[in-house]
């Protein structure tokens, strides 16, 4: 038989729209994972490693320090490093755990890292994945893996629970914001309702959560790091019937047997692809 929830588990996703499940893969193979992310941060002259939105930047100087601390986010990064690749996004453990929600035939849809350096970390604003995504796409399954231990100190997610089961929200660009986000009057109103949970894990353990979900993380005022990996899957049913554009799906099980490529194999999408992005609404004045 294949991975299943614990009935807490499937509890907690029925009611919250998360949950979260301990030491998918080894304390030393999160270490193996932290190290390939930090060498390639480190290294002067990083051209492509891929980030987006990044208060850290540009650097100011380029010793290790600074170099260590210089991004937020990194695009696309777990699938052009193989030890993370097959350990984690296209590892068994954590494909058994798709495969209970997605089927037999798994896709990579997003693939990021998130870093936020002790005293300087940004915050990521509250936002429900779909919500940035634009596409309408509500199936696909969301892991967060801890490399770090992620704490309430160094800026752990946080969600709201049961959010998951709201709408998906127009989400907005505020003059300070880093990214689209969800309108900061109705977080408000959320938070009063229904309470915030904080997703402390550690290094090697995994949150899980439907895109529906409204999540955040707060800037990391403590001294120390936290970092972590993300990943998005998809199927080829949603893709084939959903609205997104073509992201560069890859390959992670077919017929429920783990890809070995590496680079992975493209999914070549068999619709033309005519979903357009909904533009944020920008709202003028800082909240
Ligand atoms: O790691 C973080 O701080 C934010 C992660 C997140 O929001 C996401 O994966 O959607």
Known sequence: ???????????????????????????????????????????????????DADPMDPMLDDTPEARAVRFRK????????????HNAHCGQPVLDIARYFLGDDILLKYDSCFLKPAKSGSATPWHQD????????TEPFNFWMALDPATIENGCLQMIPGSYKTEIVHHVLYQNSIHGELPRE???????????????????????????????????????????????MSSPDIVENGNSGDVGYK?????GQVMPDFPAQEYAMQ?????????????????
């Not at 390959?251 to 017929?255: A, F, H, N, T």
């Not at 619709?271 to 909240?287: F, H």
């Open 1 to 51: 038989m294949g991975w299943k929830p614990t009935a807490e588990q499937a509890q907690q996703y029925e009611e919250r729209g998360y949950f979260t499940v301990p030491n998918v893969v080894s304390r030393q193979t999160a270490a193996e994972m932290l190290g390939v992310i930090k060498n390639a941060i480190m290294t002067p002259d990083t051209e492509d490693i891929g980030t």
């Open 74 to 85: 990194l695009n696309k990064f777990n699938q052009r490093n193989p030890l993370i690749w």
């Open 130 to 137: 779909n919500g940035l995504w634009r596409d309408g796409d």
């Open 186 to 232: 109705r977080v408000e109103e959320m938070i009063d309702t229904y309470g915030v949970e904080h997703i402390e894990l550690e290094p090697g353990s995994v949150v899980v959560w439907h895109s529906n979900a409204w999540h955040y993380s707060p800037p990391n005022t403590s001294d120390k790091g936290r970092i972590a990996i993300a990943g998005v």
């Open 251 to 255: 390959w992670l099980m077919k017929q």
């Open 271 to 287: 619709r033309t692809p005519t979903g357009k992005a909904v533009p944020w609404i920008k709202i003028d004045e800082p909240r």
